[in-house]
Nanobody
Framework: QVQLVESGGGLVQAGGSLRLSCVAS????????MGWFRQAPGKEREFVAV???????YYSDSVKGRFTISRDIGKQMVYLQMNSLIPEDTAVYYC?????????????????WGQGTQVTVSS
């Protein structure tokens, strides 16, 4: 059974940093795309970042230059380093896995999801 578990969320002041982690289990995740999405209250789930093909990455315009996605293939983990946080980054952040190791930025293209971790940025 595939399981994704996020951690690292919390409350931070604007301008601060947080590092989210996601550990995957239940199958091999060496040849998959792993991404982060977020969902704010009353809004649709939106793409944040994705890592695929052993190191290729892509970011949404809203986080580019502030967030960094990375992976530890051996530990089956994906991370999201978030710097220069702003109140608009407040959301539940979800880790997601796409079984095909290629780029995708819509939730429907991902097969497995974590339960989410809350990030709140105060002004």
């Amino acid at each position: 059974q595939v399981q994704l578990v996020e951690s690292g969320g919390g409350l931070v002041q604007a301008g601060g940093s947080l590092r989210l982690s996601c550990v995957a289990s239940g199958r091999s995740f060496s040849s998959v795309a792993m991404g982060w999405f977020r969902q704010a209250p009353g809004k649709e789930r939106e793409f944040v970042a994705v890592s695929w093909r052993g190191g290729l990455t892509y970011y949404s315009d809203s986080v580019k230059g502030r967030f960094t996605i990375s992976r530890d293939i051996g530990k089956q983990m994906v991370y999201l380093q978030m710097n220069s946080l702003i109140p608009e980054d407040t959301a539940v952040y979800y880790c997601a896995v796409r079984s095909s190791d290629d780029y995708a930025n819509t939730p429907a293209d991902y097969d497995y999801w974590g339960q989410g971790t809350q990030v709140t940025v105060s002004s």
